[in-house]
Nanobody, 121 residues
Framework: QVQLVESGGGLVQVGGSLRLSCAVS????????MGWFRQPPGKERTIVAG????????SYADSAKGRFTVSRDNAKNTVYLQIDNLKPEDTAVYYC??????????????WGRGTQVTVSS
């Protein structure tokens, strides 16, 4: 069974940075496409970024381009999301997810429980 555990969230000030981590256990990590999603208070969960199995290809939601960077370390079974120049609208629960499909194909099958990011002004 695949388990995903996010960490790295917290309370930060506007303009600060955070690096979220997601540790994955279970089947071979490198066989999964990984994604980061977020759910602001009272809103739906939406995708932020995705990264291919090898890490060679990434994709971002328009709202994430320029300030968000997704990466992975297959040797450590971990995917990361670097968020720079944090804004109040980045306040959300951030989830990582895994799927057996290519980056732009199929739905995510496995989910973590999320980590809270709160940006204060």
């Amino acid at each position: 069974q695949v388990q995903l555990v996010e960490s790295g969230g917290g309370l930060v000030q506007v303009g600060g940075s955070l690096r979220l981590s997601c540790a994955v256990s279970g089947r071979t990590f490198s066989s999964y496409t990984m994604g980061w999603f977020r759910q602001p208070p009272g809103k739906e969960r939406t995708i932020v970024a995705g990264i291919s199995r090898s890490g060679g290809t990434t994709s971002y939601a328009d709202s994430a381009k320029g300030r968000f960077t997704v990466s992975r370390d297959n040797a450590k079974n971990t995917v990361y999301l670097q968020i720079d120049n944090l804004k109040p609208e980045d306040t959300a629960v951030y989830y990582c997810a895994a799927k057996n499909y290519a980056l732009n194909v199929g739905q995510y099958d496995y989910w973590g429980r999320g980590t809270q990011v709160t940006v204060s002004s």
